[in-house]
């Protein structure tokens, strides 16, 4: 009973979240989870609020009200570095990639939360720092290595075309081993093949345990990899459920996606 | 650090450990010490600005705390040269923590307005403060320093002082930059926003930055004292300020090495104009803006590429 209750509890709950920019209500009394390794999407027509809602989960801005709860505890209103130790990463929809650094150095960021060494220490590279140095290396290049960008390690991040540099962000927040991973439109602007690149990354994340929250606009790659679907308007949740319920729904298919004509 | 640090690093310490051997000329050395001592404020600069991107426009007067808690307090209170030394450092790092930690939860340029009035009001207590300070005619009969027994009063001795300080910092330096502390520099510098996602105490990194930057002007600051071993305000005043913020702007914002090469040539420069008279500065303005101009990214990436395009010739 006990273990039950254990496995069904939620990674991330949400409860009547609301957010205020002025008088806009960008997230409207949201309420939803996340079960641990599920691949969950967030749509929604531009302006739903979706990016805003990871803004709030991951702490840029506070909720107005409402509550957030990861693994049960309370991280609303906590500052974005703690909730990142607290094991939630992200990728931006705008890429925030550190262009002054090598796409290695990108991800090796990524380790930060994962090692220790101080200003001092460091500095004076006392006993411990090469052996950290050592295991961020090799964690980071993994990492790269699983997103297939290890070959252009040593390149400046800020040179890679658009879909590498998605890819490489989705590297970077690998690297600080979260349990929960944001992605935000990881698909937008890319070709066929490379979204048939982040699919594949995305089920592989999946694969090693992690959860996935992602915010996409294609369509066709929500419906093939998510397992539940939150269907966002005007901040205000109109659907939840798997993706073929979603799809026959009639408010999302006002909304969102359009009437679906047959052709004979 | 990398074989390429580590081989530059030797190359540096070996030709300034030999310099001495062929130039024994007091005005020459006395040169080289200068640059060691703007060099060791620089590299802290560059560690603030090149790499975590903030600006400060206050440098001079951490300069000015080190100089005259090591000049006031073996002067006037007997301290040892030590003990003032500490105090120094002790002083800047808590004045430096009064600026850094209100303006520096911030985003924006605070730092940089926050620095420019704080060197104004060091600068205007140097002045006023008559009894200890000796005000606008400053303090005088500073001793030169030693050690167990030791005496570092000549130039040659002096010089090695100041580079062999100036070589360690160094070393401190590039074992920050080549480690996770770096890396989280570099990425508050490159986007903030990634770098809190990251995980990276941005505000606790720009703090601990600016913190150790100030210090490394306070060691300036009193090897300063007791080399000239006369202190006035003017030294440390806001016209400084920005001949340091020059210096790594021209070696080259983003790193270390460039703004060793920027303290050098602007600190040399000026001795140099003087065969210009009365036009030095406008012939310095002139340089200055020829470096900006063909240089932008400063003079150690400028002579890299024409290095290169040379050998492509």
Redesign the interface.
Known sequence: MDKERIVTSPLLETSRLRKFFGGLMAVADLSFTVMPGQIKAIIGPNGAGKTTLFNII???FPPTGGTIRFKGKEINGK???RI??KGI??T?QTV??????TVL?NV??????R?K???IQ????LPG?KR??RS?LETAREKLDLVGLIQKANEPASGLPLGERKILEVA??LA?DPELILLDEPAAGLNETEMLRIAEIIRKIRKSGMTVLLVEHHMDLVMDISDEIVVLNYGQKIAEGPPEEVKKDQKVIDAYLGVEIEYA | MGKENIRALFILTLCLGIFPLFIRSDYYLSIMIFIGINAITVMGLSLLMGYAGQISLGHAAFIGIGAYCSGVLTVKFGFSIFTAFLCGLFLSAIMAMAIAIPTLKLKGHYLAVATLGFGEIIYIIFNELLGITGGPSGLSGIPPIHFLGYSFKGGVRYFYLVWAVAILLLIFSLNIIHSRIGRALRAVHGSEIAAEAMGVNVSQFKIQVFVLSALYASVAGSLYAHFVTFISPPTFGLFVSILLLMMVVMGGGGSIWGALLGAGILTILPEYLRAFKDFDILVYGIILMAILLFMPEGILKGLTVLVKWIKRE
């Not at chain 1, 925030?96 to 650094?101: A, H, I, R, S, W």
């Not at chain 1, 460091?122 to 590279?125: E, F, P």
């Open positions: 991951t702490g840029i500052k974005p570095h990142a130790q990463s992200r931006f925030e990639l550190f262009g002054n650094m150095e090796m960021v990524g380790r930060h939360i090692s060494m101080g200003l460091s500095g004076l590279r720092v950290e140095e961020i970077r927040a600080t």
